[in-house]
């Protein structure tokens, strides 16, 4: 099992749906990261949260750190949120990340 | 926002030459910066971890002698994979940490490896 899981693993919408992409971790974390990576590869952060719920634009991130849970939601979905979301765990002395398997988002126009 | 460059972002080499990849952050210092590796279609896996003026730290099963990591000065992380074959090809990724902003991890562009 791996360590941080995802799901789904691929996501279909039409524009301007709400999304939620999820993922559960079973280590503990110093913080939790929320990526964006486009085809190119390049890679944005989203977010990084250690509690509670983060906001920026139409995004949302979630943690429950008692479930070991979190989320993350788009508002009014856009063909350009159209992107792999990577959801990854922050621990160990260095701060190093271990990655879930990302989901893949198609927004349908 | 914070900005890291990586360079080059492709690269198409010949097997048994060594190809060096650079990381820099922009305005701002990192005193650490991870290395990644990413197949297709799957997630990125951690290398190394990079500490400005120390040696590399090597995750499981990751040559050290093969991908030589060298972080120099604080805005500045290179990756060479020394006598690059075939199954190196890959996108390699950098990420690094802001100094000043506990935890804020930004990445770079990545590099596409392919070796013939």
């Known amino acids: 099992k791996n360590e941080v899981e995802q799901s789904p693993q691929n996501l279909t919408a039409q524009e301007g749906e709400f999304i939620t992409i999820n993922c559960s971790y079973s280590v503990g974390i110093s913080a939790l990261h929320w990526l964006q990576q486009h085809p190119g590869g390049g890679i944005v952060s989203l977010f990084m949260?250690?509690?509670g719920k983060k906001k920026h634009g139409r995004l949302i991130a979630t943690i429950n750190i008692q479930e070991k849970h979190s989320s993350l939601h788009i508002t009014a979905s856009h063909p350009r949120d159209s992107a792999v979301y990577i959801c990854?765990?922050?621990?160990?002395?260095?701060?190093?990340?271990?990655f879930g398997k990302g989901t893949k988002l198609s927004v349908k126009p | 926002g914070a900005v890291v460059s990586q360079h080059p972002s492709w690269v198409i080499c010949k097997s048994g030459t060594s190809v060096k990849i650079e990381c820099r952050s922009l305005d701002f210092q990192a005193t650490t910066m991870f290395w990644y590796r990413q197949f297709p279609k799957q997630s990125l896996m951690l290398m190394a971890t990079s500490n400005e003026g120390s040696k590399a730290t090597y995750e499981q099963g990751v040559e050290k002698d093969k991908f030589l990591i060298n972080h120099a000065s604080l805005t500045l992380s290179t990756l060479t994979v020394t006598s690059a074959h075939p199954e190196d090809s890959s996108f390699y990724i950098c990420s690094a940490r802001d100094r000043l902003a506990l935890g804020e991890l930004f990445f770079g562009e990545g590099s596409r490896l392919t070796v013939l």
């Open positions: 990854a765990a922050s621990g160990g002395s260095q701060g190093n990340l271990i």
């Open positions: 949260l250690s509690s």
